[in-house]
């Protein structure tokens, strides 16, 4: 399973890249609202530290005006994967886009059906939002199991299923066995991943035995 971190902050990128564990970055308009940053440069600045997909989304809903963005884009690098809605224009956009072989994501997926319509429309990543299927009283894990069963149904299809709107530890890890590609998520919720109340009670037994041994390792 890939990790991408689901932020706009240069900081928490640089910090998780560090790691080795990043594969991955995903960004969108609320985020970039966030940062405050002026959006071309900001995603020059992730490309230049990570170098897996780099989501960067359009921000018009016609054709045209979505693939000129989409052109402009893609040029930053050649890991820039174009977002673009689970719209028919954004489905245009996307099978032109990817036809010309950009990586593209197309978020706001919420049904199994738009997600076979972005694989036809050959999606490198389909961004489907279980956390706010959750929150809307829908169970959002289910709509993986059946999009993660549907592509597995048919090996022409490429399209990586790309977990989005996680909101902790468990999606990550039911996601994982279901089979999905990729999570991503805010830095936090990945920081969450290494916590566990029996690590830090046995770490803590070992460095007070360790101490006790009066020896030193350097």
Not at 23 to 35: A, Q, R
Not at 135 to 141: E, F, K, M, R, T
Not at 144 to 165: C, H, K, M, R, W
Request: include cysteine; charged fraction near 20%; aromatic fraction near 6%.
């Amino acid at each position: 399973m890939k990790f991408f971190v689901d932020t706009a902050d240069i900081n928490e990128i640089k910090e998780l890249a560090s790691t080795g564990l990043l594969d991955g970055v995903t960004t969108n308009p609320s985020l970039i609202l966030k940062s405050g940053k002026d959006f071309i440069p900001l995603i020059e600045e992730i490309c230049a530290v990570v170098d897996g997909p780099v989501s960067a989304e359009v921000a018009s809903t016609d054709y045209e005006t979505m693939w000129k963005e989409a052109d402009k884009l893609r040029q930053i690098a050649d890991h820039v994967a174009v977002k673009v809605p689970l719209t028919p224009d954004g489905l245009k956009v996307c099978k032109r886009l990817s036809d010309e072989g950009t990586m593209v994501n197309v978020t706001l997926c919420f049904s199994a059906a738009q997600a076979i319509l972005a694989a036809k429309a050959g999606a490198a990543f389909i961004s489907p939002f279980v956390g706010r299927l959750d929150d809307v009283g829908a169970d959002g894990l289910t709509l993986i199991q059946d999009i993660v069963g549907i592509y597995d149904n048919y090996p022409n299809f490429q399209t990586e299923v790309l977990v989005a709107s996680v909101r902790n530890p468990m999606h990550i890890v039911e996601s994982a066995k279901i089979g999905a590609d990729v999570v991503t998520c805010p830095a936090n919720v990945i920081k969450q991943l290494y916590n566990h109340p029996l690590t830090d009670k046995g770490l803590a037994a070992f460095v007070e035995d360790w101490k006790k041994t009066g020896q030193s390792i350097l």
